[in-house]
T-cell receptor, first 114, second 112 residues
Framework: SQQGEEDPQALSIQEGENATMNCSYK?????LQWYRQNSGRGLVHLIL?????REKHSGRLRVTLDTSKKSSSLLITASRAADTASYFC??????????????FGAGTQVVVTP | DADVTQTPRNRITKTGKRIMLECSQT?????MYWYRQDPGLGLRLIYY???????NKGEISDGYSVSRQAQAKFSLSLESAIPNQTALYFC???????????FGPGTRLTVL
């Protein structure tokens, strides 16, 4: 079963605009991660935020985490055509039987047009 | 060279055939994973291994088996392929104590 669900499912923006996508999850987590997938290729790790962190930055990426609402957001600032990809959140659940396993959402497909 | 490699990259087979997908990693990771991706469903875990002698079922292991031949190698087998196993298959590796996973380029499998 999927722990994380991304919203929106698809997002179309123009270069230079910001892109925001959200992830909601169901159970307590150790950390939450965001991955990018270019069409038909393997996922690439972008950023990890731990359950005791509220915000984290990496280059043009900003991730927030609200454990009380069980939600996270990924913001890509000043988007570029090369940011066109699918973005997945993945949770590391805080349960014994889920130890060491990530649970992925269905992803947000982002298209950045020049 | 890629850190996580998968072979073959594409495979078309017929119902009932046995198929093996192979994965190798050069990162020295102890953990390895097999996922399948279907449109609109994200990634689902098939099997995972935390060590050479450790094999665990994921959420969709029926119809699949795995072998961890060495720390660097983890293969996935479909004993008798069926059309609903048509999907994109990914291998990933990770290191105990670090949570990020590194993915291979994927194998696109079509079962006719």
């Amino acid at each position: 079963s999927q722990q994380g669900e991304e919203d929106p499912q698809a997002l179309s923006i123009q270069e230079g605009e910001n892109a925001t996508m959200n992830c909601s999850y169901k159970t307590s987590i150790n950390n939450l991660q965001w991955y990018r997938q270019n069409s038909g290729r393997g996922l690439v790790h972008l950023i990890l935020i731990r359950s005791n962190e509220r915000e984290k930055h990496s280059g043009r990426l900003r991730v927030t985490l609200d454990t009380s609402k069980k939600s996270s957001s990924l913001l890509i600032t000043a988007s570029r055509a090369a940011d066109t990809a699918s973005y997945f959140c993945a949770t590391d659940p805080m349960t014994t039987d889920s130890w060491g396993k990530l649970q992925f959402g269905a992803g947000t497909q982002v298209v950045v047009t020049p | 060279d890629a850190d996580v490699t998968q072979t073959p990259r594409n495979r078309i087979t017929k119902t009932g055939k046995r198929i093996m997908l192979e994965c190798s990693q050069t990162k020295g990771h102890d953990r390895m994973y097999w996922y399948r991706q279907d449109p609109g469903l994200g990634l689902r875990l098939i099997y995972y291994s935390f060590d050479v002698k450790d094999i665990n079922k994921g959420e969709i292991s029926d119809g699949y088996s795995v072998s961890r031949q060495a720390q660097a190698k983890f293969s996935l087998s479909l004993e008798s392929a069926i059309p609903n196993q048509t999907a994109l298959y990914f291998c990933a590796s990770a290191s105990t104590g670090r949570n990020e996973q590194f993915f291979g380029p994927g194998t696109r499998l079509t079962v006719l």
